[in-house]
């Protein structure tokens, strides 16, 4: 099996073996950021637990 080194090597590897076409960037994109699908629970927000007490001093410890 190949080693291939960092990424930054292997960027310069895939585009040195261009024949001279296009080459598809679209690889090289950041990916997408993390989109919650809750919203954040404050440290003294009640606990979503239902204790009744704060978060920070129930499930947020």
Do not use: H, Q, W
């Not at 080194?5 to 598809?24: P, Q, S």
């Not at 990916?31 to 606990?47: G, L, M, S, Y």
């Amino acid at each position: 099996m190949e080693n291939f080194g960092t990424a930054d090597e292997e960027i310069e590897r895939l585009f040195a073996i261009d024949n001279g076409e296009e080459v598809d960037t679209s690889v090289l994109r950041a990916p997408k950021p993390i989109v919650r699908e809750t919203p954040k629970i404050n440290r003294n927000d009640p606990c979503p637990c239902g204790s009744g007490k704060k978060y920070k001093k129930c499930c947020g410890r």
